[in-house]
């Protein structure tokens, strides 16, 4: 009984599979499980507390972001991980992008490139005293910024005229 490994089944059986040699193109939204065998260039969703499930087997490739609850990575993605319950990481693994988890299991030889958190600690971060500054589109954050210096432009001619 020492050293039996525990099998975890999350997600239920695979209904869906996106076929080895299929290049999909587009956002992909499901309940239940999928299977990718090919290329999928969009973001996977699945909706939180579904209990749903995303096998990314050896051959297939992801370019985008994937959020589903169960998720079990033997290939490639290049985009950020949001699993809210388990990511599973294989040794044959590679991402390109930050992973959220709420149970990680990695095992030896699969590739990150990016950063690893865990969901729990990132809500906290964000209720807490020092929340983390909203993403701004990028035209919003040149406004912001030109403000800022507006302000301090001001605030230095305030001071040469006072003194």
Not at 1 to 9: E, F, G, I, Q, Y
Not at 65 to 85: D, F, K, M, W
Not at 141 to 151: D, I, M, Q, V
Request: hydrophobic residues 35%.
């Amino acid at each position: 009984m020492l050293n039996k490994k525990r099998k975890v089944s999350t997600g239920g059986t695979l209904e869906t599979m996106v076929g080895s040699g299929t290049t999909f193109k587009g956002d992909v939204t499901f309940e239940g499980g999928l299977r990718v065998d090919g290329t999928v260039e969009g973001t996977i969703t699945a909706p939180d507390g579904s209990g749903s499930r995303l096998v990314i087997t050896d051959n297939a490739e992801i370019r985008g972001e994937v959020q589903v609850p169960n998720v079990v990575i033997n290939g490639r993605v290049i985009g950020n991980v949001y699993a809210s319950e388990r990511l599973e990481l294989h040794a044959q693994s590679s991402v390109e992008g930050d992973l959220f988890y709420e149970v990680i299991q990695m095992e030896e030889g699969a590739g990150i490139t990016g950063t690893c958190s865990h969901i729990s600690a990132t809500k906290q971060k964000k209720s807490g005293p020092a929340a983390p500054a909203q993403h701004k589109p990028a035209g919003e954050a040149e406004a912001s910024e030109k403000t800022a210096g507006s302000a301090a432009a001001e605030v230095a001619q305030a001071g040469t005229k006072t003194g």
